[in-house]
């Protein structure tokens, strides 16, 4: 069993979603042969050595689950895209390109954070190239923490702003770039995050049958994906009620 999550938006003003992560590592992910976590896994992150203490404590769980033999993979998201190896060494993580192709078992799997595929939306599609550029990352690692600090919050508050002006077509994925980036890694299978939408898209891309599947994000309830040698089953549950044990 392989368990995938994303957009936690992790924050130590949500106690309540911060509970249900530690219970679901002590309790669910315990028994999986991976976790997969696709981005936005904090709600902002400055750097490794701006660690808090709450963000320390997220880090040691996630050490305690790695000891105990379930590997975790990490993508990077719009909100935590500073997430480096310093952090991902102390919390027992391997870091995952945003592309990356896994083989669950048998089959080439596409995982993506999601905010790459949103195309129309060209002015965060220009600020997130910016961004990511080596040149600026190594700038931002750089800036003083107290820079850093005020950055962030501008962009959040921003990017908040921006996207309950925007339509709604506008900040989801663009349907012509699912196929596209698809066949460019021949997968019949994609799985992201990001846009809060969750659901299992059936598709047709040429002569085969493919599947989209969009993972949710936690704020009124929680959202995994397991995978298993009979499929793949997109599960949402309450804060207050602990998934059931794998079968």
């Known amino acids: 069993m392989i368990l995938l999550i994303s957009d936690l938006h992790l ?12 219970d679901f590592l002590t309790g669910r992910a315990r028994s999986a042969q991976a ?13 490794d050595d701006a660690m808090t203490p709450y963000q320390r404590s997220i880090c040691e769980a996630l050490r305690a689950l790695s000891d105990s033999g379930t590997p975790i993979f990490l993508m ?6 500073l997430l480096g190896q ?3 060494k102390a919390a027992g993580c391997t870091l995952l390109k945003d592309p990356s192709v ?7 799997v ?21 961004l990511r550029n080596p040149v600026t990352l190594w700038v931002l690692r750089h800036l003083p923490l107290s820079t850093r600090h005020k950055l ?19 900040v989801d994925v663009t349907p012509e770039e699912i196929p596209r980036i698809m066949t460019q890694y021949g997968v ?5 995050g990001h846009t809060h939408r969750p659901a299992i898209h059936k598709l047709q891309i040429g002569e085969h049958a493919a599947k989209r599947i969009v993972l949710g994000d936690w704020d009124r309830q929680g959202w995994v994906l397991q995978v298993d040698e009979q499929g793949m089953q997109l599960m949402p549950f309450d804060f207050q009620r602990a998934l059931p044990p794998a079968a």
């Open 76 to 81: 990077h998201g719009n909100r935590d895209f």
């Open 86 to 88: 310093t952090f991902c």
């Open 152 to 170: 962030a919050r501008k962009l959040r508050s921003e990017s908040r702003a921006q996207t309950r002006m925007k339509a709604n077509d506008i």
């Open 110 to 130: 596409l995982l993506m954070h999601g905010d790459s595929l949103c195309t129309r939306d060209e002015a965060y599609m220009r600020l997130r190239r910016y």
């Open 188 to 192: 019949h299978t994609l799985i992201h």
């Open 35 to 47: 976790l997969y976590i696709l981005g936005d896994f904090f709600e902002a992150w400055i750097g």
């Open 11 to 22: 924050e130590e003003e949500r106690p309540d979603i911060t509970r249900a992560f530690l």
């Open 102 to 108: 896994v083989d669950f078992y048998g089959e080439r």
